[in-house]
């Protein structure tokens, strides 16, 4: 079965700073990709940063960057220089044969000025 | 810009009446999801449409359906909603489910209270 598990719920960071989502999954499939979503409080979902099983490279999209360690089966979320307009619900999801999205429990994350 | 959009943004229902959300998408991709939402929860999947071709979670109650009559459209339909329905309501889509590459794309929600 596979799984994708968020130890935090809820996190601080001040402004500037950079800060780490914790994410990790188990999974049998030999292919799968990991996604990280942003939901602010006005609820729509926002894709971020995609990292494939089989990348070499982490993935990176502007100030955001996934960590992944596959033999770890993590794949944390890096956001440098928080902004205020990052505090906001994060998901870490993962999708595997199935073709379905497969959701962790979500971190939120608040940047304090 | 290419999107998905859900309407309304707010639903408000009252309790056992009919009510159906919309969601349309100019991505033109093949594969639609709804998912119901509740407050500091993860995204559940409720059912997607490949194409015409309708897939049900196994636990999602028969108070909901689904349709889909052309690729840019689906309706989520919830026959009878009770006070456990409250929740937001979201619209995905994505070009193929076989590549795990490819993300989904979300509309914004509508997020349904009952009366």
């Known amino acids: 079965a596979q799984k994708i598990t968020q130890t935090q719920p809820g996190m601080f960071v001040q402004e500037k700073e950079a800060v780490t989502l914790d994410c990790t999954y188990d999974t049998s499939d030999p292919s799968y990709g990991l996604f990280w979503y942003k939901q602010p409080s006005s609820g729509e979902m926002i894709f971020l940063i995609y990292q494939g099983s089989y990348d070499q490279q982490n993935a990176t999209e502007g100030r955001y960057s996934l960590n992944f360690q596959k033999a770890r089966k993590s794949a944390n979320l890096v956001i440098s220089a928080s902004q205020l307009g990052d505090s906001a619900m994060y998901f870490c999801a993962m999708k595997g044969n199935t073709g379905k999205l497969i959701f962790g429990q979500g971190t939120t994350l608040q940047v304090k000025p | 810009d290419a999107m998905v959009i859900q309407n309304p943004r707010y639903q408000v229902t009252q309790f056992g009446k009919p009510v159906t959300l919309s969601c349309s998408q100019t991505l033109n991709h093949n594969v639609m999801y709804w998912y119901q939402q509740k407050s500091s929860q993860a995204p559940k999947l409720l059912f997607h449409y490949y194409d015409k071709d309708f897939n049900n979670e196994a636990d999602t109650p028969d108070n909901f359906q689904s349709r889909r009559p052309n690729t840019s459209f689906c309706f989520l339909d919830i026959r009878s909603p009770g006070l456990g329905d409250a929740a937001m309501y979201l619209c995905?889509?994505?070009?193929?489910?076989?590549?795990?590459?490819?993300?989904?794309?979300f509309g914004d929600g509508t997020r349904l209270s009952i009366l």
């Open positions: 995905a889509t994505s070009s193929h489910t076989g590549y795990s590459n490819q993300p989904q794309h």
